[in-house]
C-alpha cells in the first residue's frame, strides 16, 4: 500500500513564502512522489510542478520562477518551494505518485495567500 501526506500549508501574506513536503509511506518500496498538483473549489485540479525520475522537472507557467521543487529520494520525499506568493496561488495542493499502474494521492494541505 502507498500512503501519501503532504504538509507545510497555511496562511501566508502576499510575498511571502511557504515550503510544503510530500512523503510516502510504503512497506514494500522506495519511491518518491512524483509531482504537486492544485486545485481551488469548483475548478479543476491543474499541474503545479513534476519530477521525473531521471531529474526532469516541468513547471506550469504560471509558477515558472516562483516555485522550486526537489527530491530527497533517502527520505522518499519531494519538497516544493514557493516564493513571492500572490493571492492566487490559495488553492489545496495535492501530491501524487504512479505506482504500479495505479495513481495514488495525497489528502491535500491547503495553502491561503491573504494579508
Known amino acids: 500500500q502507498v500512503q501519501l501526506v503532504e504538509s507545510g500549508g497555511g496562511l501566508v501574506q502576499p510575498g511571502g513564502s511557504l515550503r510544503l513536503s510530500c512523503t510516502i509511506s510504503?512497506?514494500?518500496?522506495?519511491?518518491?512522489?512524483d509531482g504537486w498538483y492544485r486545485q481551488t473549489p469548483g475548478n479543476q485540479r491543474e499541474l503545479v510542478a513534476v519530477?521525473?525520475?531521471?531529474?526532469?522537472?516541468h513547471f506550469a507557467d504560471s509558477v515558472k520562477g516562483r516555485f522550486t521543487i526537489w527530491r530527497d529520494i533517502a527520505k522518499n520525499t519531494v519538497y516544493l518551494q514557493i516564493n513571492n506568493m500572490k493571492p492566487e496561488d490559495t488553492a489545496t495542493y495535492y501530491c501524487?505518485?504512479?505506482?504500479?499502474?495505479?495513481?495514488?494521492w495525497g489528502q491535500g494541505t491547503p495553502v491561503t495567500v491573504s494579508s
Open positions: 501524487n505518485v504512479l505506482f504500479s499502474g495505479a495513481l495514488y
Open positions: 510504503s512497506s514494500s518500496v522506495s519511491i518518491t512522489p
Open positions: 519530477i521525473a525520475s531521471d531529474g526532469e522537472i
